[in-house]
């Protein structure tokens, strides 16, 4: 299983990105897939998650209502549209999974992380 992430990049407070992972020798039927970001001396937060098989999403409350995650099924890409961003945004972004048939979000103990994309949002 790779998890490969792209997307990351420098956006002004207010603007948008997206992430892509994409992910090999996997599919996203019965796994949840999710996103975690990491800034040196602070703890990791588990930023949002899908479970593709009833569609159920975890936001964490500090992008609720302004990050979006989707899946496309086919290519076995996940997304993580980023809008209205924020300095404190600015973060590694990780794709993971903790590769348990039928687990759900949030998850628990990622099994399988991505390299990372980094995002930078400046004020």
């Known amino acids: 299983v790779q998890l490969v992430e792209s997307g990351g990049g420098l956006v002004q407070a207010g603007g948008s990105l997206r992430l892509s992972c994409a992910a090999s020798?996997?599919?996203?039927?019965?796994?949840?897939i999710g996103w975690f970001r990491e800034v040196p001396g602070k703890e990791r937060e588990q930023v949002s998650c899908i479970y593709s098989t009833d569609g159920s999403t975890y936001y964490a409350n500090s992008v609720q209502g302004r990050f979006t995650i989707s899946t496309d099924n086919a290519k076995n890409i996940v997304y993580l549209q980023m809008n209205s961003l924020k300095p404190e945004d600015t973060a590694e972004y990780y794709c993971?999974?903790?590769?348990?048939?039928?687990?759900?979000?949030?998850?628990?103990?990622?099994?399988?992380w991505g390299q990372g994309t980094h995002v930078t949002v400046s004020s």
């Open positions: 020798e996997f599919t996203f039927d019965d796994y949840n």
């Open positions: 993971a999974t903790n590769l348990v048939p039928g687990s759900k979000c949030p998850i628990d103990d990622p099994a399988r």
